[in-house]
């Protein structure tokens, strides 16, 4: 099974507001990242939080990281039509040997 | 950069052939991932490379499957013979560093296995 989870799966709003995914994995972790996948893309990578970090910014993008809940969440504020895509969460696990692990992801649309 | 490059981009092919997908990553990169993404099962790493060599294979499905990086700019993915269920996009990816940067993704190949 997958090392993250994203909950929601599908999550759907209006342009301007607040969109927030969230991500549980399951071991220790030496980082977490966040990609977006946009229709018949590849995956880009959005921002990564190492296991001592507990929020980063990176633009409208916001990121915390909870390790005693194994948990991540990404919020992107003041939506735009084309922050639809997928998001997926992905975890080095510290066992793992540097491979990245993703979960299902959400599926993210912005209404104009 | 031109970013992580593969192709082909679609792939149809009857069950029983051989198939290649090939993969060029990020020149100065040194670690290379092959996933394969379907509904179903989600994105899953199928093998990567650190510096050439093979690190991890086991998430490939079977010994229909086999990848190679014979240098540091180029790899390939082999599927024979191929069988429907293998019908995915398959992405490949590179990083500077494994485990501490992140990963930079091709537009993945579409295949069709009939």
């Known amino acids: 099974s997958q090392q993250g989870e994203e909950d929601p799966q599908a999550l759907s709003i209006q342009e301007g507001e607040n969109a927030t995914m969230n991500c549980s994995y399951k071991?220790?972790?030496?980082?977490l990242q966040w990609y977006r996948q946009n229709s018949g893309r590849g995956l880009v990578h959005l921002i990564l939080?190492?296991?001592?970090?507990r929020e980063k910014h990176s633009g409208r993008l916001r990121v915390t990281l909870d390790t005693s809940k194994k948990s991540s969440s990404l919020l992107i504020t003041a939506s735009r039509a084309a922050d639809t895509a997928s998001y997926f969460c992905?975890?080095?696990?510290?066992?793992?040997?540097?491979?990245?692990?993703f979960g299902d992801g959400t599926t993210l649309t912005v209404k104009p | 950069d031109a970013g992580v490059i593969q192709s082909p981009r679609h792939e149809v092919t009857e069950m029983g052939q051989e198939v290649t997908l090939r993969c060029k990553p990020i020149?100065?990169?040194?670690?290379l991932f092959w996933y394969r993404q379907t509904m179903m099962r989600g994105l899953e790493l199928l093998i990567y490379?650190?510096?050439?060599?093979?690190?991890?294979d086991s998430g490939m499905p079977e010994d229909r499957f086999s990848a190679k990086m014979p240098n540091a700019s180029f790899s390939t993915l082999k599927i024979q013979p191929s069988e429907p269920r293998d019908s995915a996009v398959y992405f490949c990816?590179?990083?500077?560093?494994?485990?501490?940067?992140?990963?930079?993704f091709g537009n993945g190949t579409r295949l069709t296995v009939t």
């Open positions: 990816a590179s990083s500077s560093e494994t485990g501490l940067s992140p990963l930079h």
């Open positions: 071991t220790s972790i030496n980082n």
């Open positions: 939080i190492r296991s001592n970090e």
């Open positions: 992905a975890t080095d696990a510290s066992s793992g040997a540097g491979k990245s692990t």
């Open positions: 020149s100065g990169h040194n670690s």
């Open positions: 490379f650190n510096n050439n060599v093979p690190i991890d």
